[in-house]
């Protein structure tokens, strides 16, 4: 592949449809967004890597679904990787990027840096937010940790929540080129039949039959008749014969990917969407969030040089108030002459600080 071709895919995913299967998809290779998100922190690769499945798991998903504005992931655990959170913004207008942040919270002295990342969240879940905006009531989707993988809990989410067979293919890691830095990058397809109701669902057949007979989690094999299960068996052998650096490139362009891969299912391409990396807090934003306290709770919050401040969890923004002009029992009008924002710590917060990490 030539540099240009490269570049022109980094940073994209591909929306796809397979005619003869019923199945649709998505190939996804992020470059500079991982960069972008994992230059706000310094994370322990372990850390990283966990951080670099979630944020391709997002970018696909998000692009996946009609969003008009936020698409999140959760994944909160009683383990030493606490807390793994990413945001997916649809474009503003047509044609433009969308955007893509994440951040994580870990218990470092807990932390073992030679066992499988997944391992370390322990229990808990894996949860898919949407936020449509202004006038919508958000929605939320939950399934337990499982599988070995956050694409495995991915695809236990869409069986569940909401009856579709979805199968991920994901790689990442960082890389090295002569003359240059070390940078992540991370690539991925997803298969997922085309959305209709399952029988299995309707009648309220057994589930959990392809899950180790766990009754409590769906499988594509509980939500296709034969026919349908037929097709989406011959797209996963299909896919169980890409290789790890066909996913991430630079040497196959993802359209000849999926033409090696599918070109007996009668693949159709779409418009690739863009995605970068972007945060959206802003002091603003801030003062918002700490609108809904009395003047004893921005007290409480006040530091001893007499400043209230709040760090982003996901790009490590940090801002500084007067505590004169926060709540809404606020004495002093906001002229933002008090306001000062710097790179603050990436993962602690300061002492009487707020950590802001939904703006």
């Not at 905006?133 to 869409?158: K, M, N, R, W």
């Not at 790689?171 to 209709?196: D, Y």
């Not at 899950?211 to 409590?216: Q, R």
Request: charged fraction near 20%.
């Amino acid at each position: 592949m030539l540099l240009g071709s490269k570049i022109a895919w980094d940073d994209t995913v591909l929306p796809f449809q397979l005619d003869r299967s019923d199945i649709r998809g998505r190939v996804a290779r992020l470059d500079g967004v991982l960069d972008g998100i994992l230059a706000q922190h310094d994370y322990p690769p372990v850390v990283e890597a966990l951080i670099a499945e979630a944020t391709l798991l997002t970018a696909i998903i998000g692009q996946t679904i009609k969003l008009r504005w936020k698409l999140s992931l959760q994944v909160r655990g009683n383990g030493p990787v606490r807390i793994i959170a990413t945001d997916f913004y649809a474009p503003e207008a047509e044609g433009e990027p969308a955007r893509i942040r994440a951040y994580a919270s870990y218990d470092a002295d807990r932390l073992d840096e030679a066992a499988p990342g997944f391992d370390q969240i322990g229990k808990g879940y894996f949860a898919v937010l949407i936020d449509q905006g202004d006038g919508t009531v958000p929605y939320q989707g939950i399934t337990p940790l499982a599988g070995g993988s956050l694409s495995s809990c991915a695809e236990t989410y869409f069986a569940q929540s909401e009856q579709l067979p979805t199968r991920f293919a994901l790689t990442f890691g960082s890389s090295r080129t002569p003359g240059k830095s070390a940078s992540w990058r991370a690539g991925g397809i997803m298969l997922q039949h085309m959305p209709k109701a399952s029988p299995f669902a309707a009648t309220g057949g057994e589930a959990g039959t392809a899950m180790g007979g766990d009754p409590a989690l769906l499988s594509a094999a509980d939500l296709l008749n034969p026919d349908e299960g037929e097709n989406w068996n011959r797209a996963n052998i299909l896919l169980d014969t890409v290789e790890e650096l066909e996913l991430i490139g630079p040497v196959v362009q993802p359209t000849e990917l999926l033409l090696r891969l599918f070109h007996e299912e009668q693949p159709r391409i779409f418009d690739a969407q863009p995605v970068k990396f972007g945060c959206t807090c802003s002091a603003d934003r801030v003062r918002q969030s700490l609108s809904i306290y009395s003047a004893k709770d921005i007290a409480y919050m006040t530091t001893d040089e007499g400043t209230v401040t709040a760090d982003c969890q996901f790009c490590s923004a940090h801002y500084v108030f007067d505590p004169a002009t926060l709540g809404f029992e606020a004495t002093a009008p906001v002229d933002g002459s008090g306001d000062s924002t710097d790179d603050g710590p990436a993962d602690q917060p300061a002492n009487g600080s707020k950590d802001e990490d939904k703006a």
